[in-house]
């Protein structure tokens, strides 16, 4: 069995309290606290003063909130908080919907389309979603563009027309009346203050534009060892690492472009100070931005920038891994920008070289590392390639996805049911590309009671026990 249970209990007012009184960063994403007399809601390290208790509501998500009619904190910005774990206490189909939401499934699309691809009825899915999440399938996702909508608002000088279209709605009257329904100010009257970063010419990718923006996530990352283990497996000419970044080439939809991640240098007596929130930097093709949306949560999925250290770590610690979470705080485990890419990467092993230099499609850059874009599945599945051709021909055809949500016994059973695909492989594509904590490398391993303390972060402790394990 791989299916993991919460271990987290759920939050009460108490320990809610106790976040927001010591502006506690392992809770920042896990809860929001509405302000009654303000109707703001905020992330529990938001730097405003604490409110009187009595004016507070604690709210799961943001969605929740803005529900119930608070709008996002201009201070703390909510938009920036990093998102919860795939092992929270939600049924499979209400998160595997609310992963896809968050990767802009419902952007001119409808509720029925998604349940149609989740194997479920629309009124099914609706209820699942309101139980579990507290808000509807179409309330998740408005939330979703308006918080993007708010961080390109604030963060670039992009004109509001290419940011109503690149956060996920179809026009622009759209966008404006949402915006002032849900936030009760104009687009233009967030605009007034000047922009903490802009769309800049970047010298190093022959003349395209770049955006920059952030990513958050929880301390401790262990940004070096996320980024051995990505440099370890980077598809050449796609992906590269260099000075302290991650680098690739991304198509998606018809578009075309790169992005590069890197920690930020930040004085270590200012990441100390009160407030200060953890992020990396990233930069993103003009190009990319009309799938700006999935482009986001393809890179916190790939980067795992959604794990809870210390939720992860206290529970590895009391399964007798403690000296070895001591060692390395801040361990992630990669996921997979695409579930194909994970494949090829994994099944392919050595000769994934050849197979990117024949197949990849070749595109200008203006960065020598980076050359050819992913070689995709129907590619591959037409080349015929010894080994690959009957997975190509099943994720081409739609017969099987590998994305964050899935479920990942199914995941696993169909992987191996192709042909040059033993456990072992299977169990690393899963673990990647479902980007599912509780998947473990070695099935010989995974099938000892002793490995059963681990659950559901026996990911977590693989990468602890031996990070070569989490490599082709």
């Known amino acids: 069995m791989m299916r993991a249970t919460a271990i987290r209990p759920a939050l009460d007012a108490d320990v809610c309290d106790r976040a927001l009184a010591a502006r506690d960063a392992r809770f920042d994403g896990v809860f929001f606290v509405g302000i009654r007399t303000t109707m703001i809601y905020c992330r529990p390290v938001c730097p405003a003063r604490v409110s009187y208790k009595d004016r507070r509501r604690f709210f799961d998500t943001a969605a929740a909130a803005e529900r119930d009619g608070f709008r996002p904190c201009m201070r703390c910005r909510p938009e920036l908080a990093p998102g919860r774990t795939s092992c929270d206490a939600v049924p499979r189909v209400a998160q595997a919907a609310a992963i896809r939401i968050a990767a802009g499934a419902l952007n001119g699309r409808g509720v029925g389309d998604l349940a149609g691809e989740l194997g479920v009825g629309e009124r099914q899915l609706r209820r699942a979603m309101e139980r579990e999440l507290g808000v509807s399938p179409v309330e998740l996702a408005q ?5 993007l909508a708010k961080r390109l608002l604030t963060d670039t000088a992009l004109p509001v027309t290419r940011i109503a279209y690149a956060s996920g709605f179809q026009s622009l ?14 687009p233009s009257a967030l605009r007034r203050r000047p922009p903490r970063a802009l769309v800049r010419p970047a010298a190093d990718q022959a003349g395209a534009g770049l955006v920059r923006l952030t990513l958050g996530y929880r301390d401790p990352l262990d940004w070096d060892a996320l980024l051995e283990t990505l440099a370890a497996g980077a598809l050449p000419g796609v992906e590269a690492v260099a000075d302290g970044r991650y680098l690739r080439t991304v198509r998606l939809g018809q578009c075309r472009g790169v992005v590069m991640v890197g920690m930020p240098a930040v004085p270590a007596g200012e990441a ?13 093709s003009e190009s990319l931005l009309p799938e700006l949306m999935p482009l986001l949560a393809r ?22 891994l ?43 850059t203006g960065i020598g590392a980076l050359d050819r874009l992913a070689p995709t599945a129907a590619a591959v599945a037409a080349a015929g390639w010894p080994g690959l051709e009957s997975i190509a021909r099943a994720m081409a055809g739609g017969t099987l996805r590998l994305e964050p949500g899935g479920d990942p016994e199914s995941a696993l059973r169909a992987l191996v049911g192709h042909s040059g695909i033993d456990e072992r492989t299977a169990a690393m594509i899963v673990m990647r590309a479902l980007h599912w904590p509780d998947a473990f490398p070695d099935p010989e391993v995974a099938s000892r009671e002793d490995t059963e303390a681990w659950r559901p972060w026996r990911a977590y402790a693989a990468a602890h026990l031996g990070p070569a394990a989490l490599r082709s």
């Open 299 to 320: 890179l916190r999925h790939l980067l795992d920038l959604d794990a809870e250290p210390s939720v992860i770590g206290a529970h590895l610690t009391a399964t007798g």
């Open 272 to 284: 100390r100070k009160p407030g200060y929130v953890p992020h990396l930097e990233l930069d993103v």
């Open 143 to 147: 939330t979703h563009r308006l918080l």
């Open 322 to 364: 403690g000296d070895l979470v001591s060692a390395r705080p801040g361990l992630r485990v990669p996921g997979a920008f695409d579930g194909f890419e994970c494949a090829l990467r994994e099944i392919a092993g050595e000769a994934v070289g050849a197979i990117v230099r024949e197949l990849g499609e070749p595109v200008e």
């Open 173 to 186: 009257r759209r966008f404006n009346t949402a915006f002032r329904e849900h936030y009760r100010m104009s």
